[in-house]
């Protein structure tokens, strides 16, 4: 069988099984398979593929067709310019994350070179840890701290952030919303909360409160889960993916809780779902944040919050 024959013929397969794009995702697996940029492919149309090579990437179209992701298959994704692996443990990450991402990482750039040595984020619910890994990479001044309620997903992120050479400067730490935090002023560690990192200093009391808090929690409504693609229904975390009946939990907690951890001048950045834009920026007003801004994604669609504490900055004063 030739490279050309290979591809038509997965791609036919592919697309019987109901897979979005079967002649990219048989190309780009086959590319993999060879170790070749996809577009090599293309001068080497005619090659024949020895009996290794054609059992081999016959079983990866096989896992295709079973609605498998591509990034399972492969091992890992790109995020950022950042090589993440990815598993069953966590939610691949997504392109329209880059975008927060990159928002979180100018943001505290822009802090640290202004005004502070010390800056610090939290990236909560941080799966893979894709998120807190681009923000340790793109900011070197920055402390960061990853919290996760899923033991499995920490594992992956600390591997992540030890493959991207950021490991010394991420706290990962399990916990369910901010419980692995106390705000400043409190108690120094929460009690029962190890940093999951030997690295990582959680009793820095830099890092109980944040100049960024940023996260891209679940946010799909429970009932519609059943109705997503069996890529992200079959392979995502349950747990990564589900926001509760509205699919809004995440945003009320924030809404409720993050205050006494953001430092009087920080930020707080969301994502949330399309369609979700009105209702969230609700739940924050109604709780006195200011919402500075809504971001959009590649297709215009309304995705990420930006807010501060308006309340908190007025101290005392009872304004
Ligand atoms: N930050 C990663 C990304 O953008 O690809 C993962 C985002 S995923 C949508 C949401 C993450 O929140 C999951 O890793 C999930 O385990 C975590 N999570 C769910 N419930 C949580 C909770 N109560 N407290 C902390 N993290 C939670
Ligand atoms: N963006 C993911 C999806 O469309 C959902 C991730 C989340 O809930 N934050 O499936």
Redesign the pocket.
């Known amino acids: 069988m030739t490279v050309l024959e290979a591809i038509q013929k997965s791609a036919d397969f592919l697309a019987g099984r109901g897979v979005e794009s079967p002649r990219l995702q048989a190309e780009l697996l086959l590319a993999h398979r060879l170790g070749l940029p996809r577009l090599k492919l293309y001068l080497n149309f005619e090659r024949a593929l020895t009996v290794a090579e054609t059992d081999a990437f016959r079983e990866w179209v096989r896992r295709r067709s079973r609605r498998e992701p591509l990034q399972h298959i492969l091992g890992s994704t790109s995020f950022c310019g950042f090589d993440i692996a990815v598993s069953r443990r966590a ?1 691949v990450p ?1 392109p ?1 994350t880059e975008l927060l991402a990159e928002l979180g990482w100018k943001w505290l750039a822009r802090r640290a070179s202004a005004n502070a040595p010390d800056v610090t984020a939290l990236d909560l619910g941080t799966g893979s840890g894709c998120i807190a890994i681009a923000l340790a990479a793109k900011c070197p001044s920055a402390k960061i701290a990853a919290t996760d309620v899923s033991p499995g997903a920490l594992a992956l992120a600390r591997d992540n952030a030890a493959k991207n050479k950021v490991a010394g400067r991420i706290a990962f730490l399990q916990g369910d919303g901010f419980a692995a935090f106390r705000p400043a002023g409190q108690v120094a560690q929460a009690p029962n909360q190890k940093p999951e990192n030997g690295d990582g200093d959680s009793e820095d009391p830099l890092l109980q409160e944040f100049d960024l808090i940023i996260s ?5 409504p429970s009932a519609e889960i059943e109705t ?1 693609q069996p890529e ?1 229904r079959d392979y ?1 975390p349950r747990e ?2 589900d ?1 509760g009946a509205d699919g809004l939990d995440f945003y009320r907690r924030f809404a409720a809780q993050a205050k006494p951890f953001l430092k009087p001048d920080g930020k707080l950045m969301l ?1 949330f ?1 399309d369609g979700q834009a009105e209702a969230v920026r609700r739940i924050f007003e109604n709780e006195k944040w200011i919402v500075e801004a809504v971001k959009e994604d590649y297709s215009q669609r309304a995705r990420i919050l930006i807010a501060t504490a308006a309340s908190r900055s007025r101290g005392n004063t009872g304004g």
């Open positions: 939610l997504r329209e891209n929690p679940p946010y799909i997503l992200v995502d990564a993916l926001g994502e779902g």
